[in-house]
């Protein structure tokens, strides 16, 4: 069965639920059914204040708030144990319908005011500061629970995406798609990555190490996919972070374990296969125009990002397909032409930094993406490109000697991997930090796939026009 219907079938139990629940506190149903809304009513219910809603923009309080609020909503309907409240979070599907339809599951009123707060206290014995403290750690213990194994959120920090992701979209990543990864490095300040905020410290002791496990997931990883990942140059100096540690970034996979790429004038092929572009990436053009400045909001309008400027008439400009269309036929430009770079000579900056590979970013190839029991063959040509995965993402000693290659202090002529590994590219192919520098994306550093867009901003913009209302809640291609 697909991981979309069994997802949907999920998110439409949890509805149901609160549609019933909805009803039985006096208000309607279908008001459970509206983003952002629905949070509304649930602070009417509980007897929360309206502003509450404001701490949905703030980082990190925000997945607290969430709980808080969450938890205030159950509580309304009788359900104070932790048990109760820790099933509502973590198995919604199954609780929120069973309450709502059981009889003895009703409306007791709002949580939050001073006589059902007074009456809950006599029957716990339970003072308020007491009471407060177990739901502030209740809800950092739950949001920690739904961060590392169920969901999270991610903002996009750069224009690697663009245009189908821009800078300022807020993701929401699923870790059940792939399945979750178990923690590695254990011991970490909640809500911190790998620094913390303000004094820029590690976040976490890697003085313990678990081994990799990743639970079952819903789907395998395809082509296509956008995954959020742990950057794999970490592993090296300055930082040498853990994996679960090292940076997170976003790409669109673009080829699986196993697959051929290929890039032939920036045009990707898989399997000697042409790759279908992202309907929203963007390309990169060269730009001739009558020598008049372009209007500034017209090309902001489009996403076009203005890269380098050549002479006062020609520019080098990202933009998608349709975008240049556009471009074209404004007044005062010559002609749009795509760009690509041609096969110059060893770059030292391309995968895999060997001089026997004269690759650019828009001509490379072919690479063989290392699938878990493949076995290679090791020699000048292949040495170049695997070292790395054998060396850093697998644990063992790699030393060339000559024409010889030793592994682990034995002579090695071969070897067989221990897990799958990806090609990630930008859907902005001109402007994406990406497996054409630093080459494959080892299984265990897959965080997670991801969904929609919750929420987007543009910091270019004035603060009350800063919220890109057309793209919150939207899906991602």
Known sequence: MSPYIVLAALIILCLAGLWLLFK???????????????????????????????????????????????????????????????????LPFVFLPKWGFEKRTQYLGPSASSEFAQARHQQLKKSPAREWTEVILFAL????????????????????????????????????????????TPISFPFAHNNLPLIYTKS????????????????????????????????DSPYYRPVDKRENFIKRCVAVAGDTVRVI????????????????????????????????????????????K??????????????????QKHPGINNVIEYYQSVSGYNPSIFPHDGHFNWTLDNLGPIIIPKKGWTVKLDELTIPMYKRAIGI?????????????FINGKKATEYTFKQDYYWMMGDNRH?????????????????????????????NESFLHQTRWARIFKGIR
């Open 141 to 184: 213990l739950a949001t920690t629970l739904i961060r590392t194994f169920f969901i999270e959120a991610y903002l996009i920090p750069s224009p690697s995406m663009e245009s189908s992701l821009l800078t300022g979209d807020y993701l929401l990543v699923s870790k059940v798609n792939y399945g979750a990864r178990f923690p590695i």
């Open 265 to 308: 004038n920036a045009q990707l092929y898989v399997n000697g296969k042409k790759s279908p572009e992202p309907a929203d990436g963007q390309q990169a053009y060269i730009v001739h125009t009558k020598g008049n400045p372009i209007d500034s909001l017209f090309i902001r309008s489009l996403h076009i990002d203005v890269k380098l």
């Open 24 to 90: 039985k506190a006096g208000c309607r149903g279908w008001e459970a059914l509206i983003p952002v809304y629905s949070a509304y009513i649930m602070l009417k219910i509980s007897g929360r204040p309206v502003w509450w809603l404001l701490w949905f923009f703030v980082p990190v309080i925000n997945a607290i708030a969430a709980v808080v609020i969450y938890t205030d909503f159950v509580k309304s309907y009788g359900k104070f144990t932790i048990r109760q409240q820790a099933a509502a979070i973590l």
């Open 204 to 235: 976490y002791w890697d003085g313990i190490q678990l081994p990799y496990y990743r639970f079952p997931g819903l789907s395998e990883i395809k082509r296509g996919d956008v995954i959020v990942f742990n950057y794999p140059m970490d592993a």
């Open 431 to 459: 402007n994406s930090e990406d497996s054409r520098f630093w080459g494959f994306v080892p299984e265990d550093h897959i965080v997670g796939k991801a969904l929609f867009i919750w929420m987007s901003t543009d910091e």
């Open 393 to 405: 993402y697998e644990a063992n000693k790699v030393k060339i000697a000559g024409n010889t290659i």
């Open 310 to 327: 050549y002479s006062r008439t020609d520019y080098e400009m990202l933009m998608t397909r349709e975008a240049a269309k556009q471009l």
